[in-house]
């Protein structure tokens, strides 16, 4: 069965620090992986995207991946009141072809 | 702007009736589309996958005879809500990809059943 793991939190952080969201997944398989960010009552927005070990960085957000540990983690820089969310990970097993399989997100709270 | 557009973005219904959510993929053509519930506080869970010009899979535990998906064309895919029940009120999002892992999810149907 495909799972992905991550702290409910609330994960508090205060504002210009760095705020560390993590995730493990269950499926040695999975192929691509996805961080959103959700606000209460939207629909996810893609932050990020990885498919290869190692770190991808975008602006003041940077996504790891380690495949042997199957884990994945969001790293965001000089965190700002805006950040505040729920951020969800997500990965597709198969490509283009599946769905994507959600974790039950990390609440993040920016502290100003 | 949205690349998959979704209506209605809120709905409400009497208890035992049906209701249609439209999902729509704008400027590009997507074979394949997904359907996804988030009850509140609760995560993305993948109902169905929409397969134009063919059935949809559903994901186990979710009625097919329930939750009825019609994939007609190449950018439309609806989800029907029959017999809707108050248990049923949630946030009905869909998705299409353009290609590879580029996915473009729509804004969210909310549905409350009374």
């Known amino acids: 069965q495909k799972e992905v793991e991550q702290n409910s939190g609330p994960l508090s952080v205060p504002e210009g620090a760095i705020a560390s969201l993590n995730c493990t997944y269950s499926d040695r398989v999975s192929q691509s992986f996805f961080w959103y960010r959700q606000y209460s009552g939207k629909s996810p927005e893609l932050i990020m995207s990885?498919?290869?070990?190692g770190d991808k960085e975008d602006g003041r957000f940077t996504a790891q991946l380690n495949k042997a540990s199957q884990y994945v983690s969001l790293l965001i820089r000089d965190s700002q009141p805006s950040d505040s969310a729920t951020y969800l990970c997500a990965v597709n097993i198969g490509g283009g072809a599946d769905g994507l399989t959600f974790g039950k997100g990390t609440h993040l709270i920016i502290q100003p | 702007g949205a690349v998959v557009s979704q209506h209605p973005s809120w709905v409400i219904c009497k208890s035992g009736t049906s209701v249609k959510i439209e999902c729509r993929s704008l400027d590009f053509q997507a074979t394949t589309m997904f359907w996804y519930r988030q009850f509140p506080k609760q995560s993305l869970m993948l109902m169905a996958t929409s397969n134009e010009g063919s059935k949809a899979t559903y994901e186990q535990g979710v009625e097919k005879d329930k939750f009825l998906i019609n994939h007609a064309s190449l950018t439309l895919s609806t989800l029907t809500v029959t017999s809707a029940h108050p248990e049923d009120s949630s946030f009905y999002i869909c998705?299409?990809?353009?290609?590879?892992?580029?996915?473009?999810f729509g804004e969210g149907s909310w549905l409350t059943v009374v």
């Open positions: 990885i498919y290869s070990n």
């Open positions: 998705s299409a990809h353009l290609s590879g892992n580029t996915i473009y």
